[in-house]
């Protein structure tokens, strides 16, 4: 069975004092998913999946953390296709969503941002949300814990 690799990337940034994930909805369906394509030569998974952010969703971004990979099979032409696709969390640096060069308007309907905790209702696939719940996990062990008011003393 041939095989593919790709990268992709999970954005998240604060928008209006929430957590909120940079999604695509591809030209044609009618689906919400995350950026990401194909490795081209030369390319760390990485930085393909930087680029595939970027030329997506119209961000500039720079690394955080590998959030690892998700594998499935499909079919293509009658051929039966083993993907793996390696993700990444990406913080934001640059660029707007949404804002992408013409030709990407062949790939991409749209971009755009939602709230994080919209993810596993609003993304198409099961590996993506899975990847994005990761990611969620990641960012919430980071966090500083919520204070509580004790007023004990």
């Known amino acids: 069975m041939p095989r593919e690799a790709s990268a992709g990337?999970?954005?998240?940034?604060e928008r209006e004092g929430a957590p909120a994930l940079a999604v695509i909805r591809p030209r044609g369906r009618m689906v919400w998913a995350l950026p990401k394509g194909h490795v081209d030569q030369g390319e760390t998974f990485d930085?393909?999946?930087?680029?595939?952010?970027?030329?997506?969703?119209?961000?500039e971004v720079e690394l955080d953390a590998p959030l690892g990979s998700i594998?499935?099979?499909?079919?293509?032409?009658?051929?039966?296709?083993?993907?793996?696709?390696?993700f990444f969390l990406f913080r934001v640096v640059g660029g707007?969503?949404?804002?992408?060069?013409?030709?990407?308007?062949?790939?991409?309907?749209?971009?755009?941002?939602?709230?994080?905790?919209?993810?596993?209702?609003?993304?198409?696939?099961?590996?993506?949300?899975?990847?994005v719940?990761?990611?969620?996990?990641?960012?919430?062990?980071?966090?500083?814990?919520?204070?509580?008011g004790s007023g004990g003393g």
């Open 96 to 131: 707007q969503i949404d804002n992408l060069d013409p030709k990407m308007r062949l790939e991409v309907e749209e971009a755009r941002w939602i709230a994080l905790g919209d993810a596993q209702q609003l993304l198409a696939y099961r590996g993506e949300r899975q990847v």
């Open 47 to 59: 930085q393909a999946a930087a680029r595939e952010v970027r030329e997506e969703t119209g961000l």
């Open 71 to 86: 594998e499935y099979v499909y079919q293509f032409r009658g051929k039966k296709i083993f993907k793996q696709v390696h």
């Open 9 to 13: 990337g999970v954005v998240v940034s």
């Open 133 to 148: 719940s990761r990611a969620a996990g990641l960012l919430e062990a980071r966090s500083p814990a919520p204070r509580t």
